[in-house]
């Protein structure tokens, strides 16, 4: 597959949502030393339960390159888990955050994962531009907690967004077996250097589309979207 990377700047210190499941779905790192020496980065893994664990270091040497699977050496996260990895670099250094995925034909699938310095935030709401659900589609949102404060907020769908006036619009979760909730606001709790994941049900027999925005609860609160 292809995956297409927007320009960043150099950065010193990063935090990404990693999602790792048996066989099937992995998440890769990858660091790009652009100094004339050597770069040291220590890191270490929050799972869902909020603790951090998997604390370590990498060096990446001078004009070098350095990518992983966060299932191997030396990041070592055990698979079937989930949370976020945090890092710290001795000096600025480009990163990458990719999400893989092996379906059931064999394909290798690859997909962006944000990658988002915790001492760099917004104050404002923000909005993406589009989810899809029912009629085969869903979408999952994922919020990361950039910060060491416990956050809050909503996460409201607005539809249809076209021709006809936008307005909120109502979206299931949940499952048929565990039962399913239908709103077009749902709110959010987050833990320090933790995540939200919110995935719609594709439940419906109607295709329902529009666009997402994530309101903090308070002006100082943000999250990165994935």
């Known amino acids: 597959?292809?995956?297409?990377?927007?320009?960043?700047?150099?950065?010193?210190h990063g935090r990404m949502?990693?999602?790792?499941s048996g066989q099937s779905i992995n998440t890769v790192l990858t660091i790009m030393n652009p100094n004339d020496a050597d770069v040291t980065v220590n890191f270490y893994f929050t799972g869902a339960n909020g603790e951090s664990t998997n604390f370590g270091t990498a060096t990446v040497p001078a004009n070098g390159h350095f990518s992983r699977f966060l299932t191997d050496t030396p990041y070592e996260i055990l698979t079937d888990t989930s949370g976020t990895l945090t890092f710290d670099a001795s000096a600025p250094v480009a990163v990458a955050g990719f999400r893989t995925y092996a379906n059931q034909a064999g394909?290798?699938?690859?997909s962006r994962t944000p990658v988002v310095d915790p001492y760099d935030w917004?104050?404002?709401?923000?909005?993406?531009?589009m989810f899809a659900d029912s009629q085969g589609w869903n979408?999952?949102?994922?919020?990361?907690?950039?910060?060491?404060?416990?956050?809050?907020?909503?996460?409201r769908f607005y539809g249809p967004g076209n021709?006809?006036?936008?307005?909120?619009i109502d979206v299931s979760t949940g499952d048929l077996i565990n039962g399913l909730t239908t709103q077009s606001v749902y709110a959010y709790e987050i833990a320090?250097?933790?995540?939200?994941?919110?995935?719609t049900a594709s439940a419906g027999d109607t295709l329902v589309n529009g666009f997402v925005k994530i309101v903090p609860a308070r002006s100082e609160e943000h999250t990165s979207e994935l």
């Open 1 to 12: 597959s292809e995956v297409g990377l927007p320009l960043q700047r150099y950065i010193e």
């Open 17 to 20: 949502f990693v999602e790792l």
């Open 107 to 110: 394909n290798f699938i690859l």
């Open 122 to 129: 917004t104050v404002d709401p923000v909005t993406i531009p």
């Open 139 to 155: 979408t999952q949102i994922v919020l990361v907690n950039t910060t060491e404060e416990t956050m809050s907020g909503e996460v």
């Open 163 to 168: 021709s006809n006036e936008t307005g909120p």
């Open 192 to 199: 320090p250097r933790g995540y939200f994941r919110l995935v």
